[in-house]
């Protein structure tokens, strides 16, 4: 592959709109060569005033929950209330690819159609932050682009999902109409990330179960969760038949505009950045000393001694670090 | 305060069970005086072969729950089972202090007075890993004095629950019977951490609603939890009245068997062991990192930075971490 380079990129078609602009800034972003590194950096500095002005909206959701359907028709529907939209969607078996084994553009047909929208598979594996940087970047060059509904979508089951909750202003959760019959594959700590569940599906015969399942829903999360910003919601859906999408997003806004004017908007942004500052610098550590092998299998040592009960955590530690300083 | 000094504890005589000795060696384990700390390792390695041979047990929940009570009629139960029990009180008002500020002589009176009985308050604050450093060294030495049940509580509303999560065996909660009225306080994340919900007080009038209390927290645990080595149990109790603590007693013994016959139990201690080394090399670092006034400076700068939305997480972290190496 050959250098994408700053120079390629229009900066200011992409601040235009330009969606073309917009894919080849994201490609330099996501390039694993040292010398595009420094320029996706230069590039994200430039955008940097311009992001910001979007919803960012983590959805996730176990595999046949719905989400390719529910995004294609959300999606729409926020385009018609006159926003433009982009779809981030993370690719699980995909470590940084442009291409897209998704298949995104068969399975949201008329959204990823539409000039309004932006669809772009975002690699789940990195050297920094697993997810999460490459998608935390690819987030502001859209938002420069002046997408302000900016959808990150997950596969629900495995830890990505953390760390999308970790860089979205909102987390919605699709679930089945079947809820007490099983656990619908969920994994530990997802529920409680949900700023709303989304019960899809509900239509037809199976719309009782359906309200069943959001009364289930309703009394956990009323148990589950003390956000004194803001009461998880739990609603009903039907993706295919398009019910229900405007509460869903009434509700969106609505969380806007309570967060934006008590500020709690703005204070998650700043925590969730600092979060991220603190967590880089460990992970930049972290790879620094990696490249030292003998201090790599020192540390594989003392973990051994650690496992094997033959020395404390805490003395085993201390000998690591010693050896660094 | 003069120094304990190693000298002065008989290991012979804590690890023939002997409290005094016991109480003298956590003092020594809690001193912050460096010469303590070397002299307090020393003291660790010796009795870590003896270490391990109890069942963990973190009890949490919100003041009025009636902890203490529980606290001392399960103890008393245990003790009739033919256990010895040391429970460590996490006291989040007392920093580093051999005092108890609850009071624990007073509020588990026939416990404190029994022989068979350990009862201990531990500092919630320190250098390392907030409580969780002291209150990890000090359950070792109760197994190496024989103890065989460490109960570790919490007052259930802060930080401490999860890193008590993290180095007990098994984790209760205890709960009012009155759920859906209000969240009782409760932390988020909390819930999920228990591998029991125990709904204490369910006697007398209150009983119908803590049945009621009982179905909803067990419909919400269904939920959200997905565990797949132990399926978290939601029970009812009156510790005051000592209804359903046997009932408890052989749960958490139905636990150990099952889960030490999977190899569970000891997979679930190795993994706390290997994420508290990690833990504490980071913390480690960090200490190192933040004696290094210049260094500290740069980093609440790049901060700040961050937070203004002038520069990208990613590049202040590796601007700082440039500096370091």
Redesign the interface.
């Known amino acids: 592959m050959s250098s994408i380079g700053l120079a390629k990129i229009d900066i200011k078609k992409l601040l235009s709109g330009d969606r073309r602009s917009l894919a080849k800034a994201i490609t330099l972003i996501e390039s694993s060569r040292q010398e595009d590194n420094k320029e996706a ?1 230069k590039l ?2 430039q955008i ?2 311009h992001s ?1 002005k979007s919803i960012r909206l983590g959805i996730s959701g176990v595999p046949g929950v719905g989400k390719s359907t529910f995004i294609e028709n959300f999606g729409l529907h926020l385009i018609n209330q006159g926003h433009r939209i982009a779809v981030l969607a993370i690719d699980p078996s995909s470590p940084i690819s442009g291409g897209s084994i998704l298949g995104d553009k068969t399975r949201m047909e008329n959204l990823s159609q539409n000039e309004k929208a932006f669809i772009r598979p975002t690699p789940s594996l990195g050297f ?1 932050g697993g997810v999460a ?1 490459k998608t ?2 690819t987030i502001l060059l859209c938002e420069a682009a002046g997408f302000d509904y900016v959808l990150v979508e997950t596969v629900g089951v495995g830890q990505s999902e953390f760390e999308v909750a970790d860089m979205v202003d909102f987390f919605l959760l699709l679930m089945l109409p079947n ?2 019959d099983e ?1 619908q ?5 997802i ?2 990330l949900a700023d709303a569940v989304i019960i899809n599906k509900a239509d037809g015969d199976i719309l009782p179960q359906a309200q069943k399942t959001l009364a ?2 309703s ?2 999360m ?6 004194p910003n803001w009461k998880a919601q739990v609603l009903m859906c039907s993706a295919l038949e398009k019910k229900n999408l405007d509460t869903i997003y009434q509700m969106i806004e609505e969380y806007k505009n309570i967060s934006t004017t008590t500020g709690h908007f703005q204070e998650k942004r ?1 925590a969730q ?2 979060e ?2 603190k967590k ?3 992970e ?2 972290n790879h ?1 000393l990696k490249l030292d092998k003998g201090l790599e299998q020192k ?1 594989v040592q ?2 051994d001694s ?2 094997k ?10 000998e ?2 010693d050896q ?2």
């Open positions: 950096q994200l500095e940097l005033p910001g920094l940087q935390r970047e809820a007490g656990l594959g969920i994994k530990k700590g529920l409680e289930q829903y009394s956990a009323e148990l589950m969760r003390n956000d700043l950045n600092e991220w500052f880089l610098i460990f930049l550590i620094k540390k003392l973990k650690v496992l009960g033959v020395k404390l955590p805490l003395a085993a530690a201390q690591y670090v660094i300083f």
